[in-house]
């Protein structure tokens, strides 16, 4: 398939339009994109029983939606991700996180498919999170705002598909955080997704990544202005356990290969150890970097609950203890797809998935692919994706009828 060079696309802004009493109201931000706010009318059901209303999802589309609404692509973001899957980031001025896949002529071709993608409950990029204001105080969330889990991100966003008027997505697609929340949707939407594309992701988190999620709230939490959750109303932000939260996980997100070839054992602009604890490694400067511009575009208290979010989700233990059970039944298509060099998610994980699959005669294809880019291949320029995706959705496309 040719590449284009990349250009921004033309974000699709519907119509502004007061909503009626009990629906759903649509605004236009500069920075969030689209916002659906959800009235106290048609509060979120959390997995925790807990009820969120009113709430508010933002959220970005690419392409038109075409007569009979079959070509909408769902793109579910990782952890730090959010909306702005395919268009200049508006805090960061860098391209969207997935401008390698989605765009015109891209795998996923804006100019043939719909495609939405919104930030996730609990996130901090205009959807309702910890540092929203709860309508009931007037003051900011915080700790209050109830726990949430995938299934909670999910359930919001097939309100947002019911609110755009779509009854079956043509696919839903994600690696990581993203992935978990393709395998809820495949579980608990099974009708509504004709395909469904999980990445470099699991059925459930592994103990060692809780124990890595762990130590990143606790460095967030030990931060003297942390305030026990209340910072934005105090005015302050944990910058400092922010950004040693970004570094630890950064970590996990490359192999040890990668590592190495990216930078050994450099010095950084220096010929000779200083023999202090300045970043005198190319390997601490790089973290230090990471965790620095981090704080400019995430909130502390998100970071809290989305990883908490990933550490719940078990697909199996919502269904019995038998992961087939979550996909009995399935006429969804699936391409689950796996990086050799990812650690965080191992291969055994997806194809945990692709034996439950198997189990229950769903159409399947799956692939791992050899690289050692680590668990952050999914975002990167990796030519097996590109064809093995590319081709998934080529055959799912034609069986759904598009053009």
């Not at 996130?123 to 900011?140: E, L």
């Not at 400067?285 to 620095?292: D, T």
């Amino acid at each position: 398939m040719a590449r284009r060079i990349w250009k921004d696309p033309v974000l699709s802004i519907p119509d502004l339009k007061s909503a009626p009493a009990g629906g759903v109201r649509d605004e236009i931000d500069p920075t969030y994109g689209r916002l659906a706010h959800f009235p106290a009318e048609k509060p979120l059901q959390m997995d925790s029983g807990s009820v969120l209303a009113p709430f508010t999802i933002a959220y970005q589309t690419y392409g038109m939606l075409n007569a009979e609404k079959s070509n909408a692509v769902l793109i579910c973001h990782a952890l730090t991700g959010d909306q702005h899957v395919a268009n200049t980031h508006p805090i960061t001025g860098k391209p969207g996180w997935w401008t390698n896949m989605v765009g015109p002529g891209r795998l996923i071709d804006t100019d043939r498919y719909y495609v939405i993608c919104s930030n996730v409950i609990g996130g901090c990029m205009g959807s309702t999170g910890p540092s929203s204001i709860n309508p009931q105080t007037g003051k900011p969330y915080g700790l209050s705002l109830p726990v949430i889990t995938i299934g909670d991100m999910v359930r919001a966003q097939a309100m947002l598909v019911d609110h755009l008027g779509i009854d079956q997505l043509f696919c839903v697609a994600g690696g990581s955080m993203g992935g978990m929340q393709v395998l809820q949707w495949a579980a608990a939407y099974g009708d509504r997704v004709f395909s469904a594309m999980p990445i470099a992701t699991g059925p459930r988190h592994s103990s060692q990544n809780i124990a890595f999620h762990e130590v990143g709230r606790q460095a967030i939490m030990a931060d003297r202005d942390w305030r026990g959750g209340r910072y934005v109303e105090e005015g302050v932000k944990p910058q400092k356990g922010l950004a040693v939260a970004r570094m630890a996980a950064h970590i996990t997100y490359m192999s040890d290969a990668a590592l190495h070839n990216k930078f050994g054992r450099r010095l950084q602009d220096r010929a000779e150890k200083d023999y202090s604890f300045d970043a005198e490694f190319q390997i601490e400067s790089y973290l230090r970097h990471q965790g620095s511009t981090f704080v400019e575009r995430f909130d502390a208290n998100s970071y809290l609950y989305v990883t908490r979010a990933m550490d719940y989700f078990d697909l199996a233990a919502d269904y019995g203890g038998a992961l087939g059970n979550a996909f009995a039944g399935t006429a969804c298509r699936f391409c689950v797809v796996s990086f050799t060099s990812d650690w965080l998610f191992p291969t055994a994980e997806s194809r945990s998935v692709v034996h439950a699959l198997n189990a229950g005669n769903a159409s399947v294809s799956f692939v791992e692919i050899d690289t050692d880019k680590g668990h952050d291949a999914f975002l990167l320029d990796i030519p097996e994706l590109f064809s093995i995706t590319g081709g998934f959705l080529e055959a799912a496309a034609r069986a759904r009828g598009l053009g």
